[in-house]
Nanobody, 117 residues
Framework: QVQLVESGGGLVQAGGSLRLSCAAS????????MAWFRQVKGKQRELVAR???????TYADSVKGRFTISRDNVKNTLYLQMDSLKPEDTAVYYCAADLRGRGYDYWGQGTQVTVSS
């Protein structure tokens, strides 16, 4: 199985920046598509950004132009650079891994991001 550990969350004022990291172990990282999800209490989990094994990226409309997903296949680490943060970005952020044909079967524990107005 793949094990994922997020870090880098915290409290930041609106307009500020954070970088989230997700360290992966247990599988060949480069074979997986990776994604960041977020979830607000009482609301549906949403896909924030995705990067496939060829480093093609996609973003939710709400974060496009502000967030950047990237991966380092040597370090087996996924990143989410978050700039121009807004209060509505406040959520628990999770990284997830998808081996094609399997779905997002592997998840991290989550890291809290809080953006104050």
């Amino acid at each position: 199985q793949v094990q994922l550990v997020e870090s880098g969350g915290g409290l930041v004022q609106a307009g500020g920046s954070l970088r989230l990291s997700c360290a992966a172990s247990g599988r060949t990282f480069s074979n997986y598509a990776m994604a960041w999800f977020r979830q607000v209490k009482g609301k549906q989990r949403e896909l924030v950004a995705r990067i496939n094994s060829g480093s093609t990226t996609t973003y939710a409309d709400s974060v496009k132009g502000r967030f950047t997903i990237s991966r380092d296949n040597v370090k087996n680490t996924l990143y989410l650079q978050m700039d121009s943060l807004k209060p509505e970005d406040t959520a628990v952020y999770y990284c997830a891994a998808d081996l094609r044909g399997r779905g997002y079967d592997y998840w991290g524990q989550g890291t809290q991001v809080t953006v104050s107005s």
